[in-house]
Every structure is written in structure tokens, then in C-alpha cells.
């Protein structure tokens, strides 16, 4: 998984809007860690202009006004070593269907700094970062007031799945991880903890601080990652609608210590989605000339596979989803 630090350093794209989408980026204080980086996308007026989002380039009307009141929210949290521009795509899909579209960087896993990535850390602390963009969203950004607090929903991606979970109510049980390491030392996650060093494979010393957000009201999941430390009873307190996606052919995160514990210990069934033919990445924006050519890994998808089309339904079945989800009477 940490191939994907790479996907960052690459060339850019164009992906314009089909509506006027406003940006904007902060810089939200967290009073337990480093300052957040942290981008927004929303409904707006105005001369869409290209901007950058790290690596990649929108047409967006930079620093925009919100256009309308009591707007839907949906935060993103992206995999191991991504950013706040990991799934821009998705965040002007939605932006330009009337949500507001906050993503954060993770602090400690992301493409400029990996010293959580393979720890306890960043499994603990990812939910709780979320948690201070959220709050800050809603009680302190310039445009609050044009946020309805009522209707936030979550986007994960890979490591971000199981940080959706945690922040729906999900429970792991670190001791998961010795277990599948012992029964499978070559699982892909236990050669990433190996790799990094980590600490999840040795005797736990202290009880972990999950944190949880009540104000999370639907989740999508995208291939979600690390959930084999899911157990019996992990996600009974998850009563929120979920969409969950998987790669048929993913293999990052194998759907029979992931995907399919989700689908098992959940207590409603989610929308599910299977994308057949494709891989674990395919859920990241599809990859510019340059960027294929310095990481095919992360950009080669399956014969016969397209992601620029894959990633138009994509975007439409999410949009769907957290409108049926967040918007009444839709």
C-alpha cells in the first residue's frame, strides 16, 4: 500500500465541473497535533478558473461564495499516504450537486509525512482529525452559517474506510492483527506493517482511545482497508445507511479479511457495489501521461478496464447515495 505515496509527486489533470463549484483552502488548528491541511468544494457563482489542488488542477471559482442555505456536508478521508486532492473528482461531483465537500490531510499519513503510517497512531488518531475539521466546519469557517449540521456524511477510501468506521461507531480490536499475521504472514497488510515497523504485531500495553462522531449520518466506503480488525460485535453501534464498494480484483486489501468482515458484522446490510475487472486503485482518479509512466503500479488498470468511466458512475452512485441518504424527499 505505500505505493501509493507516489501517486502525489505526478503530473496534472483537467476535470472540470458539470456546475459552478467554489474552492477554497484552510488551515484548521487541531489542539492535539499539527495544523490541518484541509480543502473545501461547494455550490457557487461566479467564472470557473483552473486552480490546483496539490498535484492536480480544476476548473473551480477560487474562494468563492456559498451559493445557498442548509447545505448537506460530506468530509473525505483518503488512504495511506494520499491528501486532501485524493478523490477531487468526487468532491466536485458532489459540490456541483449542492453538497459541501470538506477533505482533510492526515496528519502523519500522507504524501509529504509517513511517521504514523503502519502504527497504532494513525489508526487512533485519524477519526479524531476528522472530528476537529468537522467541528471546525461547522462552528468556525467563514460560511458556516450556510451548513446544515444535520446532514454530514463521510467518504472513505482505504485506510479512510476504516476511519469512516471508527467514526461511525465502529470498535477494532487491535489483537486482529497478530492474529491474521500469524494465520497469514504474507497478507499485504502484514508485509506493509513489516515494512514500516510498526507496532500493531506487538503485545498491546494501553487501551486505545477511539473517537466516535454522532454527527456522521450516512458513510461510503471504498474499498476499505485494515477491517479485518473488525470483530464480533466491532460494528453493532454503526446504524448508519452505508454504500460499499470493492474491486473485484483488489489485491491491497482481499475482500475475505476486509470487505467481507464489514459485510458480516454489520448490523443492517449496506448498498453494496462490486466493480468487476478492477483493482485497488481504480477508486483513485484516473492517472495523467506523466504520472503512468513514473507509477504504473497505481495507474495500470486490469485489460479492458477503463477507470475515466468507471469513475463517472462512480461519482453519479455516490452522489446518489448521499442524496438519498442526507437530502429529504429525494
Known amino acids: 500500500m505505500n505505493t501509493v505515496l507516489l501517486l502525489w509527486l505526478g503530473s496534472m489533470f483537467l476535470t472540470p465541473a458539470s456546475n459552478i463549484v467554489g474552492f477554497q483552502q484552510l ?7 499539527k495544523t490541518l491541511s484541509v480543502a473545501v468544494w461547494f455550490p457557487s457563482v461566479g467564472k470557473p478558473v483552473p486552480v490546483s489542488v496539490g498535484p492536480f488542477q480544476q476548473m473551480v471559482v477560487p474562494d468563492g461564495v456559498v451559493s445557498g442555505t442548509r447545505l448537506p456536508v460530506v468530509v473525505i478521508s483518503h488512504g495511506t499516504a494520499g491528501s486532501e486532492g485524493s478523490h477531487f473528482d468526487t468532491a466536485l461531483a458532489l459540490a456541483a450537486n449542492g453538497f ?3 477533505a482533510l490531510t492526515h496528519t502523519g499519513d500522507n504524501y509529504m509525512d509517513q511517521s504514523y503510517a503502519g502504527n497504532q497512531r494513525n489508526l487512533t488518531d485519524r477519526p479524531r482529525q476528522v472530528s476537529v475539521v468537522l467541528s471546525y466546519m461547522l462552528t468556525t469557517w467563514a460560511q458556516h452559517d450556510r451548513l446544515d449540521a444535520a446532514r454530514v456524511g463521510m467518504f472513505g477510501f482505504s485506510l479512510g474506510g476504516l476511519t469512516t468506521l471508527v467514526d461511525i461507531g465502529g470498535i477494532p480490536d487491535l489483537s486482529r492483527t497478530r492474529d491474521l499475521c500469524t494465520k497469514r504472514p504474507t497478507a499485504p497488510e502484514c508485509l506493509f506493517i513489516q515494512q514500516r515497523n510498526g507496532d500493531p504485531l506487538s503485545l498491546e500495553t494501553s487501551t486505545p482511545t477511539w473517537t466516535h462522531d454522532e454527527r456522521v ?7 476499505p482497508a485494515v477491517s479485518y480488525l473488525f470483530g464480533p460485535g466491532s460494528l453493532k453501534d454503526v446504524k448508519v445507511p452505508i454504500q460499499l464498494w470493492r474491486a473485484s480484483n483488489d489485491g491491497q486489501v482481499p475482500d475475505a479479511w476486509n470487505t467481507a468482515v464489514i459485510r458480516q458484522e454489520l448490523p443492517k446490510s449496506p448498498e453494496e457495489h462490486v466493480v468487476n475487472g478492477a483493482g485497488h486503485f481504480a477508486f483513485l482518479p484516473p492517472c495523467g501521461e506523466a504520472l503512468a509512466k513514473q507509477v504504473p503500479q497505481i495507474c495500470i488498470d486490469e485489460p479492458g478496464f477503463d477507470r475515466q468511466a468507471f469513475h463517472r458512475d462512480f461519482n453519479r452512485e455516490v452522489v446518489g447515495f448521499f442524496q438519498r441518504a442526507l437530502i429529504p424527499n429525494r
Do not use: E, R
Not at 488551515?27 to 497535533?33: A, C, F, K, T, Y
Open 100 to 102: 459541501v465537500v470538506v
Open 27 to 33: 488551515s484548521v488548528p487541531d489542539p492535539s497535533g
Open 217 to 223: 449520518k450516512a458513510a461510503v466506503l471504498a474499498a
